[in-house]
Nanobody, 123 residues
Framework: QVEVVESGGGLVQPGGSLRLSCAASGSIFSINAVCWYRRAPGKQRELVAAFTSGGSTNYADSVKGRFTISRDNAKNTVYLQMNSLKPEDTAVYYC?????????????????WGQGTQVTVSS
């Protein structure tokens, strides 16, 4: 059973920081790529940051220079460090992990979504 869980959201004042975690558990062979998305009230889902399968990182223009995506392979966890937060960063943040897992003697590759974590930036 593979599971992806986000954590680290909360309420923060403008200019503050949060670090979100996206942890994969189960019989994980590898995390190939991870994307962080967010959905603000009344808006479409937005891709915020990504680790690609080639190992590079990509960021939305709205978060470049403020957000940093990183990973800890030993913990099967990807982080999103968010600095200089703005009220417009308020949203539910989701991670999508493209990962390979064991099932018996075979490996499978699939996409998994976490449940989301709320980030609220307000004074």
């Amino acid at each position: 059973q593979v599971e992806v869980v986000e954590s680290g959201g909360g309420l923060v004042q403008p200019g503050g920081s949060l670090r979100l975690s996206c942890a994969a558990s189960g019989s994980i062979f590898s995390i190939n790529a991870v994307c962080w998305y967010r959905r603000a009230p009344g808006k479409q889902r937005e891709l915020v940051a990504a680790f690609t399968s080639g190992g590079s990182t990509n960021y939305a223009d709205s978060v470049k220079g403020r957000f940093t995506i990183s990973r800890d392979n030993a913990k099967n966890t990807v982080y999103l460090q968010m600095n200089s937060l703005k009220p417009e960063d308020t949203a539910v943040y989701y991670c999508n992990a493209h990962l390979t897992y064991y099932s018996g003697t075979y490996t499978y590759t699939d996409d998994y979504w976490g449940q989301g974590t709320q980030v609220t930036v307000s004074s």
